[in-house]
């Protein structure tokens, strides 16, 4: 400990940080921006729904798979190896990406950024825990917070943009620059600041894992290719195997002495209830953002960069917040912020379960701008807490288990979000088959049915934010 705080001075934090948000800005980006070039994909590829659907679910499969196995790659290399490997992956699937000639070669792309970005996100909390002390370390995931949401948030409408003028491969284009920027700055300033213990790699740990966590987030990714959405063999066999392999995975984990994702972390209060609180929130705030935009399009008549731009205030309001949230964290805690953010969060999912086609455009904005807050106000000083109740030994597991755990709230948020919205638009078809405007009557219904169920979802999480206490740890 004396060692790491001597050499705490040689850290060019700005640089360090610098380097890793740019990386994760152009993962996060990718991972929505090609969504809205989907259909221009599927036509300019004569591809299938369900194969162009690929796109966007093998980037989330390879998120799901790779993410739980960081923690034990960060314990067997350095910060820097990691670092200029996770951009060598993001650099490589983006120039593939941008020569691609078809579906097939796109697809690897994809993966291939997803590995890179599987990589980067743990690397990020991880460096935030061992080069800034304690009491600023809500700031800089406050800047980390507005990264993962800022990226994905602006994506589709920058995607807009660039579809209508220049084409798809420009989506891949104007993010290469970004990279190999922060390549250069990290090859620059990064050094190797972690300890490695160099476990060994449990072979059996790695089948239940990636059986385990890919069939969990294939299932509930894949749910909206099928027509029966949850209820179709192929989800429930996936999600079934992957349940029962997760099962493996951790009674695995509990009975080796060098893990590969160590569960121990758990046993630390606030880093348990931080982890419920951010897989909540996280559900809540994905199925909104994925809710929303259909129903401006469905619902409204809005095309698809008109919604993009009506979701924009929301993510911008969001964006401000974390960084002030991260500054109020640092003074006063969580104890407060949490619970007053989570009943935000109930309130405005309550007003949107209302919502109807005569609702005005305004109104839907000003409601998913405070959800946005809402959502500010929990998710940094949730992770934060927890994240600093870990001692030294755990940064590294307890990183790669909060990410994983947002991949997972982000597969089976949407998921049943679509399928909760497809049931309310089926059931108000049959029941009103003859009724003019059809369609966004049927549609407004069910997108109203998600936000009623997720207003449970919020209240358990309302409940649990009374549990969370401030952590104080030594800024040494």
Known sequence: ????????????????????LLSGFVGMFNETALNIALSDLIDLFRISNAAGQWLTTGYLLTLGILLPVTGLLLQRFTMRQLFTASLALSIAGTLIAIFSPGFSLLLIARVIQAAGVAVMLPLMY?????????????????????VLVVAPAIGPTISGLLLERLGWNWIFIITLPVLLVALLIGLRHLKNFSTLTKPKLDLLSLFFSTLGFGG?????SSAGEHENGLNSPTVLISIVVGVCSLFFFVKRQLSLGEPMMDLRAFTYKMFTVGSIMIFLNLMVMLSATIMLPMFLIRGLGLNAFEAGLAMLPGGIVNAVM???????FDKYGPKWVVPIGMAMIVAVLWLLS?????TALLQIMILHSFLMIGIAMVWMPSQANGLNQLPPQLYSHGSAIMNTIQQLAGAIGTAVAVSIMTLGMNEYLKDSANE????SLAAATGIANVFTIAIFIAAIGF??????????????
Not at 467 to 473: D, E, L, Q, S, Y
């Open 126 to 146: 991880s460096t935030v825990l061992m080069i800034i002390p304690p009491a600023k370390r809500g700031g800089a995931y406050g800047l980390i917070g507005l």
């Open 463 to 476: 409940v649990c934010s009374f549990f969370i206490k401030r952590v104080h740890v030594s800024n040494s």
């Open 216 to 220: 969990i987030v294939f299932g509930f």
């Open 1 to 20: 400990m004396s060692q790491h705080a001597e050499n705490k001075p040689n850290y060019k934090v700005i640089p360090i940080m610098a380097a890793l």
């Open 322 to 328: 974390l960084p002030i949230m991260g500054k109020i």
């Open 436 to 439: 003019p405007n059809i369609e």
């Open 354 to 358: 209302g919502i109807t086609v005569n």
